[in-house]
């Protein structure tokens, strides 16, 4: 194994060109870790976000982009045990996924499930933390309560859909065009809600209200998200795509006893990770071995196209998940 490799490494915080190839040392693991020989890369918007110098990395992360991949089991640091050499994983990583190696912590490498390939196995680890987290873990979902998922067809919002109504959810969601409506309702929701057209406030009043909102929009929809829960309703907030900042009459927290939370997954420490994907293993890992949950697959770009992936995400035109082509 030669100790340099390709990254596509972002060159200053700008648009999607600013992503071009380097060469950088391979990854040593530290203690707890394994080096991955990265097979496929998934594709996220933070991973935007940071190239447009909007989320930086914690202090101890690589600053290449790149939260999940998938491949083979390379190396392995002191202390690692459960994995070995030549596992085919896939794993959420601190960072530097946009890369031929990475290194991550062993704790946080899930199997490849049964009959998945590795390009899809790929997009697995940042959505379904996040909706795991988020979702059950923070939100407490429980079957027969109405859920409501904005952005239903990005690559968290089609998880979102299928882990819900996996564990016996209603499951409504919105999307920006009549295209990702359907794709929604394919995934499990019974209403899927074009926001350009119908005001989702109306559709879950109409319902009795939603018991759990997971938001990634902010702007106005805080105030309308509040309207549109029901009574003990929770919201659980992962992003903020239309601004954190708006003027918010928050009497509806007391008179309908809603709770507002949210969450980042990267910051969090590692310990708070490996409990997340133990979670994972036990709950959902099964599910997506049995094919009952699946990602929803956009588009592969080789990673040396990291630029078109991006700009591909940001042009909103993708239902589901962008992957990236290490070393297939
Ligand atoms: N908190 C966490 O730990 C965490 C972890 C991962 C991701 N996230 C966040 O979750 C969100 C989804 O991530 P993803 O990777 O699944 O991204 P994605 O596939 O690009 O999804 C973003 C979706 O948001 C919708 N949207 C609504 N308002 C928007 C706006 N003002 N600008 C752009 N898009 C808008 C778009 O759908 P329409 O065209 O239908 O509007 C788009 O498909 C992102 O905001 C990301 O930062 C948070």
């Avoid at 071009?20 to 594709?43: S, T």
């Avoid at 409990?275 to 094919?291: C, D, K, N, T």
Wanted: proline share 7%; charged share 20%.
């Amino acid at each position: 194994m030669s100790d340099t490799m390709t990254a596509m490494e972002i060159t200053k915080p700008g648009g999607p060109e600013v992503l071009q190839p380097a060469i950088r040392p391979v990854p040593l693991p530290a203690h707890g870790q394994v080096v991955i020989k990265v097979a496929y890369a998934g594709v996220n918007r933070p991973d935007a976000l940071q190239r447009a110098g909007m989320y930086a990395p914690p202090p101890t992360a690589s600053d290449l982009p790149g939260l999940e991949a998938s491949g083979e089991v390379v190396a392995l640091g002191e202390g690692v045990s459960g994995i070995d050499l030549g596992d085919q994983v896939c794993a959420l990583l601190p960072g530097g996924g946009y890369a031929e190696y990475v290194a991550t912590p062993a704790a946080h490498c899930l199997p490849v499930p049964d009959g998945m390939g590795l390009k899809e196995a790929a997009c697995l680890p940042e959505t379904f933390f996040t909706v795991w987290s988020n979702v059950f873990m923070r939100g407490g979902l429980k079957a027969g309560e109405r859920f409501l998922v904005h952005g239903g067809s990005s690559g968290i919002g089609t998880t979102a859909i299928q882990l819900a109504h996996a564990f016996g959810a209603r499951v409504f969601a919105t999307a920006g065009t009549d295209k990702k409506c359907a794709a929604c309702m394919d995934l499990g929701a019974e209403a899927a809600i074009n926001y350009r057209d119908m005001d989702f406030v109306d559709v879950l009043e109409a319902e009795g209200g939603a018991d759990l909102i997971l938001d990634m929009v902010g702007g106005d929809y805080i105030p309308r998200n509040l309207k549109a829960l029901a009574p003990d309703g929770r919201l659980v907030q992962i992003a903020f795509l239309q601004g954190p900042k708006v003027e918010v009459n928050f009497a509806m927290l007391m008179t309908k006893r809603l709770t507002m939370t949210g969450s980042t997954l990267r910051p969090q420490n590692d310990l708070a990770k490996a409990r997340i994907a133990q979670e994972l293993r036990e709950a959902v890992w099964p599910l997506l071995s049995a094919g009952c949950v699946a990602p929803v697959m956009d588009s592969s770009y080789p990673l040396a196209e990291a630029a078109a992936a991006h700009a591909r995400m940001e042009g909103s035109g993708h239902i589901g998940k962008i992957v990236l082509e290490v070393a297939p």
